[in-house]
């Protein structure tokens, strides 16, 4: 993890391996963004060089200059975030992130990087801070401590508070999302159900969040039987780990609900081999969830929230639930198994029936949940829920972040999908909207009057293809930004 700092040095002085600058696109073609304070001769040089080489100061574009005139920096990148107005939305917010996210990706030999904000406000700020830190993030081998990667990074802005405040959130969040990362790049042999919670029981020692955990046992006797039934074909035990942040006076009450299949092999309904190879991802909603309650401790946010994981290993074995089982979930309501790869609903109906019996003001889960999802929207992530308002919040929350997200609907007439003459509903339906009926599914387990949104992240919470902007290949930490900016809505 970088250390991120607000700097005050004039960015031609700033020492460093690499100074960091935007590079804009306009009707004159690419020329450098404001706020970099450079001399007259080294901007002639640095135009001239984007002139030579054809730049189009796109997002992702990248240029490296070495021994440019005026910088003590030993090399100045160019950096692509496109258009840029006077006040820019939250599109070229986000071009800002990830132009200075692949910028800070490339330099993973350096160890101190200088990037120039390319203007003076707070929003500027924040998306400059966490696009360079979010890229710095390297993939650690096997669970071993990343050695590459840059160490330290110098934002150069403003020196107001808003400034300070902007750098400091945005520090929190990186710190968020590359444990989030980290996890979902975990071998399953590393982590399972119970390493995850101890996993969380390191990150939580000294801190503002509360652990509590439920065994095999207390699952049982507290009549978790979507978890239960779910985590029995395995050696390792499924767990439900609750997290708690609970300020004092708070505003609101939010419970986050996150999926935690540690490794999804299909159970009985095993998958097609290549279908697993990625399957040690299944979790990154809980992981998402676990780091947004974090983060949102560690910002002080007057806003109590509370996280509930939903952690087990899909295993086929003589011990395996099978299609036509019938389970008792935490509630009472009895679901007839159909197909055992459709497990992640059966834990997340347990935790939101857990968290429904606290009465918070709302209820968000977070899962890679469909096959349907990914089909429908790649790697945009698709919102449903009981209620159009806080729906919208959701997606207003994920805009601010720069996260893609899309609403769906709930349609009533697909619940009939789920009837059963053998307990009170199937727990999927058929083939048609699939992504659909896992919601409406999902509903069920709602307390009543409580808003609740569903979030299928089953896209873009992995990326198996080329690294781009600040997104490395693997786990991507896709949602937590958008449960903390969710939670600060409410504060």
């Not at 020492?15 to 690419?30: R, T």
């Not at 990186?174 to 975990?186: E, P, S």
């Not at 919208?392 to 769906?408: F, K, N």
Request: glycine share 12%; with cysteine; charged share 20%.
């Amino acid at each position: 993890m970088a250390n991120l700092t607000l700097s005050t040095r004039a960015a031609a002085e700033a020492g460093g391996d690499a100074l960091v600058i935007g590079l804009v696109s306009g009707g004159d073609g690419a020329s450098l963004a404001p706020g970099h304070g450079l001399s007259r001769k080294t901007v002639t040089h640095l135009k001239a060089v984007a002139a030579d080489l054809d730049l189009t100061a796109k997002v992702g574009e990248v240029t490296a200059v070495a021994a440019v005139p005026g910088v003590a920096a030993r090399v100045v990148v160019l950096a692509g975030i496109g258009e840029l107005s006077t006040r820019p939305d939250t599109e070229a917010l986000e071009g800002i992130r990830r132009g200075f996210g692949a910028a800070i990706r490339t330099l993973s030999k350096k160890k101190k990087v200088v990037a120039v904000v390319p203007g003076s406000s707070a929003a500027l700020v924040a998306a400059t801070a966490e696009g360079a830190a979010l890229g710095a993030y390297t993939v650690a081998k096997a669970g071993a401590p990343a050695t590459d990667g840059v160490s330290a990074i110098a934002i150069v802005g403003p020196a107001d508070a808003a400034a300070r405040r902007a750098v400091k959130r945005a520090a929190v969040l990186a710190q968020a999302v590359a444990y989030t990362r980290d996890l979902v790049n975990l071998p399953p042999n590393l982590l399972y159900p119970a390493t995850f919670v101890d996993s969380l029981a390191e990150r939580t020692k000294g801190s503002k969040v509360k652990l509590k955990s439920y065994d095999m046992k207390q699952l049982r006797a507290g009549g978790f039987g979507g978890t239960v039934g779910v985590g029995q074909g395995s050696a390792n035990d499924p767990r439900i780990a609750v997290l708690t942040y609970a300020p004092a006076r708070p505003k609101a009450s939010i419970a986050l609900v996150g999926k935690g299949i540690t490794f999804d092999s299909g159970g009985l309904c095993i998958k097609p081999a290549a279908s697993m190879v990625t399957m040690k991802s299944d979790m990154a909603g809980a992981a998402a969830v676990a780091s947004a309650v974090l983060a949102i401790a560690e910002l002080g946010l007057p806003v109590a929230v509370t996280g509930y994981l939903g952690l087990a290993e899909n295993m086929p074995s003589s011990t395996a639930q099978r299609p036509s089982d019938v389970v008792t979930m935490r509630g009472g309501k009895t679901v007839e198994i159909l197909n055992t790869d459709a497990e992640g609903r059966m834990v997340l109906g347990d935790c939101i029936a857990l968290a429904s019996e606290s009465a918070p003001d709302a209820i968000v889960d977070v899962a890679t949940l469909t096959g349907a999802q990914v089909v429908a929207l790649a790697d945009t992530a698709a919102v449903m829920g009981n209620d159009d308002g806080f729906r919208t919040r959701v997606l207003d929350a994920a805009s601010a972040a720069g996260e893609a997200m899309w609403p769906m609907p709930l349609p009533k007439d697909l619940r009939p999908g789920l009837d059963s003459i053998n307990a009170d509903l199937a727990h999927k339906g058929g083939v048609e909207g699939g992504m659909l009926t896992a919601g409406i599914f999902l509903g069920e387990f709602v307390g009543e009057g409580i808003p609740w949104s569903h979030i299928d992240i089953a896209g873009p919470s992995f990326n198996d293809k080329t690294p781009s902007g600040y997104l490395p290949k693997g786990g991507t930490g896709f949602g937590v930004r958008t449960l903390v900016s969710l939670v600060e809505s409410y504060a």
